[in-house]
């Protein structure tokens, strides 16, 4: 599992950090999603939605972003939670500016680790980090575009995770990233070939054992 939440206090810090002033508004998101009932967080990150779907998301990219961020780094996380989140940092890229290009560099890295681990409790992991790359690519195809080729390689490996709701997330994430590289006129049929190739790998026999 994530690690432990920090306080609702430290959580405020990150979000009005340069800010010079403890704008209301956020002050209140952070208390939101510190709290202990899943259904107040999920409140919090429907705040944070709405935020970012406003007449003005830019105002509200960054601070958003740093929410998110310590949110999915700093707590246990429900699947419920991985989903908002993940779709929530999307919004913030599609704000485009510094804080698109600033979360798509952040989040594709944490992704890489998230994928990379191992141990019992890895799903949310994983499924967060396909989500994540998923809206990402949906949302900043532009940006996402040239780092095409480092995503597949990292989704292959969940691609063949021993749980469904995984596989299907990675599946979603490397459609969305090759449909974005495609939008910008990058020539995917290598990414095509090695997908197929892997495919046909993973469906031919394993060799049988040697009767000795």
């Known amino acids: 599992m994530l690690p432990q939440a920090r306080s609702a206090l430290e959580l405020r810090k990150v979000i009005t950090e340069g800010s010079g002033t403890a704008d209301p508004t956020y002050r209140r998101l952070a208390d939101l999603i510190d709290a202990a009932d899943i259904s107040v967080r999920l409140q919090g990150l429907a705040y944070i939605r709405q935020l970012l779907e406003s007449d003005e998301p830019a105002a509200h990219a960054s601070r958003c972003a740093l929410l ?39 989040e594709i890295g944490r992704a890489k680790r998230w994928l990379q681990c191992d141990g019992a409790d890895v799903e949310e992991y994983r499924y967060a980090a396909c989500l994540i790359i998923m809206y990402l690519a949906d949302n900043g195809p532009t940006l996402v575009a040239v780092h095409t080729h480092p995503l597949l390689l990292m989704l292959w490996p969940a691609l063949h995770d021993a749980r469904v709701s995984v596989r299907e997330a990675a599946t979603a994430a490397l459609r969305a990233c090759i449909h974005g590289a495609l939008q910008r006129g990058l020539r995917t049929t290598a990414w095509y070939e090695y997908a197929l190739d892997k495919a046909l790998e993973g469906l031919r026999p394993s060799p049988s054992p040697s009767s000795g």
């Open 68 to 106: 998110l961020r310590t949110l999915l780094n700093s707590r246990e996380v429900t699947m419920a939670e991985v989903v908002e989140a993940a779709h929530a940092i999307g919004l913030v890229v599609r704000t485009g500016g510094t804080a698109a290009t600033d979360i798509i560099e952040y």
